[in-house]
């Protein structure tokens, strides 16, 4: 796809450059799951709500699926804090960092 990468160690390695709701520097491709950044099951299943509910609100807006996706980000926020969840958080910090 011509995704770029950065090499992020607390994500695992190289991981596909990509904003909070999971959109790549490209336009409509988004991403979710271990090219995001290594981490749980559970985590890479809220990614890929997030992400597909980022791609309904690219195509239109609705105040429910935003809301929705907010939620589903909170959520993923709460998994990262505490000890275990430090090293991905950090590393998508410095990730998100590439984008501004």
Do not use: W
């Not at 770029?4 to 999971?22: D, F, M, R």
């Amino acid at each position: 796809m011509g995704c770029s990468t950065k090499y992020i160690p607390e994500l695992g390695g190289n991981v596909i450059i990509h904003n909070k709701y999971l959109e790549t520097e490209i336009e409509g491709i988004y991403i979710a799951g271990d090219c995001s950044g290594i981490g749980e099951a559970s985590t890479a299943m809220l990614e890929g709500k997030i992400a597909g509910l980022s791609a309904v609100l690219s195509i239109r807006e609705n105040k429910k699926v935003e809301n929705s996706r907010e939620e589903l980000i909170k959520d993923l926020e709460n998994l990262r804090e505490g000890p275990f969840g430090e090293r991905p958080r950090i590393g998508k910090e410095k990730l998100f960092k590439v984008l501004k």
